[in-house]
C-alpha cells in the first residue's frame, strides 16, 4: 500500500477528524474510500452504458404489463 501526502487546511483537517470518530472511522479511511469511489466512477458509467444498450436491444419486454 502507497503513503499520499496532502495539504490541507488545519480547521479542515480537525472537523474531519471530529466527524470520523464520531463515525467510528479515520480520515484516512474516508479519503481512501472516496478515492475508491472517485476512481471507479468510469467502470461504473460504463457497466450503465452496457445495461442500457443491452435493454434497449432485448427483444424480452413487460408484454405492456407495468413493472411495479
Do not use: K, Y
Request: zero cysteines.
Amino acid at each position: 500500500m502507497s503513503n499520499l501526502t496532502l495539504a490541507i487546511d488545519d480547521d479542515l483537517l480537525r472537523l474531519a477528524r471530529v466527524r470520523a470518530a464520531e463515525q467510528g472511522t479515520s480520515v484516512n479511511a474516508v479519503v481512501r474510500d472516496l478515492l475508491a469511489g472517485f476512481a471507479a466512477t468510469d467502470r461504473v458509467h460504463a457497466a450503465r452504458r452496457r445495461l442500457v444498450a443491452l435493454s434497449i436491444s432485448s427483444a424480452a419486454g413487460s408484454g405492456g404489463m407495468p413493472l411495479a
